[in-house]
């Protein structure tokens, strides 16, 4: 989401998880939330997050509170460049709706959204 809000920027945006499913495709209640929404998604392969990509990484954006916990045990350099994304909505946390029914995708999604928004307004500058 962030990629399509930030248009045809130069900043490079990519996806990992800490505990991620590795080579999972997008959960399928996601994708039907997202596709409800007119997004299309390529295919998708959930990335477990390593030091490498941490130390690589400008700015790191992180859904929950712990998250930024997690991306600093793997990398402590990592201190100042992970943020939350919902930072720009009062630290919003976003909580994660895996194993949830579809009012709990759709409740993240609207969250999400407005982040991604928030932030491509502030990044694009």
């Known amino acids: ?10 900043i490079e945006v990519s996806s990992a998880g800490l505990a ?7 959960e399928p209640m996601a994708r039907a939330v997202l596709e409800e929404h007119g997004r299309q998604l390529d295919e998708h ?3 477990q997050l390593t030091p490498q990509a941490v130390s690589e990484a400008d700015l790191i954006l992180v859904m ?3 998250h930024v916990s997690g991306v600093l045990e793997l990398a402590p350099e990592a201190r100042g460049k ?12 976003i909580s994660d709706p ?4 579809k009012p709990a995708f759709v409740h993240a999604y609207a969250l999400i959204e ?12």
């Open 1 to 10: 989401m962030l990629r399509g809000a930030l248009g045809h920027s130069n």
């Open 20 to 26: 991620a499913l590795v080579g999972k495709p997008i």
């Open 45 to 47: 392969q959930a990335v």
């Open 64 to 66: 929950e509170r712990r």
């Open 82 to 93: 992970v943020l939350m994304l919902g930072k720009w909505q009062d630290d919003r946390e």
């Open 98 to 101: 895996y194993r949830q029914g």
């Open 114 to 125: 407005d982040a991604v928004h928030a932030w491509a307004q502030r990044l694009a500058r």
